[in-house]
């Protein structure tokens, strides 16, 4: 019998001789004046032990049978669920395996079979979080992320570009095979087809952004403002999409999308492990199939605004032709265009009045195709060999000073130098100042 048992039955006994009545007891204890006269007349027939529950000390209807227990610690002690949280664990085992058991449940049981180790949380500085933004759309954090996402089962490269809107945490990701600007460019491409164009994207301050001006740090000047600088092929890009771009100062900026790096680093790792993933195609496969449906349907929020911030593409934008590489390239006299390592020549039915001479904009698109821009037509160019390069004179050697012969040997003025004895030291300081 607890104290909270025993402070009831004082009230009841109370109650029973009459010093209260049955209402203020009711009142004491919580209950109702029926539940207390029943009480009341359960005290004469049992005594003491009324005031303690009937079912007390005995299993309850709700408990799980204990081979259900014992299945699901033997299920998740399989080298594929290594790892698993309970949280994680209690999903896989009803999807998988039919075993439906509350998370708190099988906390209890992973704790007890030493599966699963909970962590204290250490007392850190407060944080203002930032808020988010009202619309879907208004701001899309954008950033790459480097792990071993197959856990060594291939030997494939892989990076995780991550685009997660800030209004909704909805999210965008596919995988690459490097972190490059025709990459990132690829998953723009699929971004803008599912969703339009956002307001602006929030990355960090990597090359692929913003160009940086390169100063010795002994330069006079080095803490002057920096000299701006042209931008960069995703740079430009975006200029011609109408997107914004924000740098970030810190990763702690940009922690929407690195917590979104912290989740798929434990939960997308081992879905792709108990799925048996094993190529970059594969990977991309669940991706779009598993992880990011599980995503967008339990951890978006609602935004604080119905209103959409996404633009449409209009036709107005040709996506292969604003991410791709650009370079302007000026036209020679016989109407050929040097790129990269390359010689393409205009068509004839493609010559335009001032086309000689003037500058064209050259794309290489995503696909590996070369277009090439005059003004605001496309023309039609083909490729042709490149000119041989003209023969560099070899020069004659020219004969030694000497009248040595080039060729004969190395002089050899300098043998038994450091073995010559040289003056001493008082000779050599009079001669010093002699000279001096």
């Known amino acids: 019998m607890t104290q909270a048992d025993r402070d009831r039955l004082v009230t009841l006994k109370k109650a029973k001789k009459r010093l209260i009545t049955q209402r203020e007891a009711a009142l004491d204890l ?12 359960a005290l004469k027939k049992r005594g ?7 079912l007390r000390g005995q299993p309850s209807n709700r408990m799980l049978e204990p081979r259900v227990r014992e299945r699901a610690m033997a299920i998740l002690q399989w080298d ?21 058991v509350s998370r708190e449940t099988l906390r209890k049981w992973m704790r007890a079979a030493g599966l699963w180790k909970g962590k204290r949380r250490r007392a850190g500085e407060p944080h203002l979080w930032r808020q988010r933004r009202s619309r879907c759309g208004e701001l899309v954090q954008w950033d790459t992320s480097e792990h071993d996402w197959l856990e060594g089962r291939s030997s494939q490269p892989m990076y995780l570009i991550s685009m997660i809107d800030d209004a909704t945490s909805r999210l965008y990701a596919r995988f690459v095979s490097s972190d490059s600007t025709e990459e990132n ?11 339009g164009r956002p307001l602006a994207f929030y990355t960090d301050k990597a090359s692929l952004f913003r160009n940086h001006e390169k100063r010795r740090r002994d330069q006079p000047g080095v803490d002057q403002d920096p000299v701006e600088m042209p931008p960069t092929q995703i740079g430009r890009a975006l200029r011609e999409l109408d997107i914004g771009w924000i740098a970030a100062h810190s990763p702690q900026a940009k922690g929407r999308v690195e917590r979104s790096f912290d989740t798929a680093q434990d939960r997308l790792v081992k879905g792709m492990r108990v799925a048996g993933v094993k190529t970059r195609e594969q990977a991309n496969e669940y991706l779009e199939k598993e992880f990011l449906p599980w995503w967008n349907r339990t951890l978006v929020v609602e935004a604080a605004s119905a209103d959409n911030a996404h633009r449409r593409l209009d036709q107005g934008y040709d996506l292969a032709a604003i991410l791709s590489h650009v370079e302007t390239r000026q036209v020679k006299n016989d109407y050929t265009i040097q790129f990269g390592r390359q010689r393409y020549a205009v068509q004839p039915d493609s010559i335009v009045t001032g086309l000689r001479g003037g500058e064209v904009r050259v794309e290489k698109r995503l696909d590996g195709a070369v277009a090439v821009r005059f003004r605001d037509r496309y023309l039609r160019v083909r490729l042709c060999a490149l000119a041989p ?3 560099t004179p070899v020069k004659p050697k020219r004969a030694a000073r000497d009248g ?8 050899r003025w300098m043998d038994g130098f450091w073995e010559r004895r040289g003056p001493r030291l008082e000779r050599a300081i009079e001669i010093a100042n002699a000279t001096s």
């Open 30 to 41: 919580g209950l109702s004046v029926r539940q207390v006269k029943r009480l009341l007349k």
């Open 48 to 54: 003491d032990p009324v005031v303690v529950h009937g």
């Open 80 to 100: 594929v669920y290594r790892g698993f949280g309970p949280t994680l664990a209690c999903e896989y085992l009803a999807k998988k395996h039919g075993i439906r």
């Open 185 to 195: 460019m690829r998953t723009v491409w699929g971004y803008l087809e599912r969703y």
């Open 389 to 391: 390069k003209a023969a």
């Open 404 to 411: 040595r012969q080039p060729g004969r040997g190395k002089s």
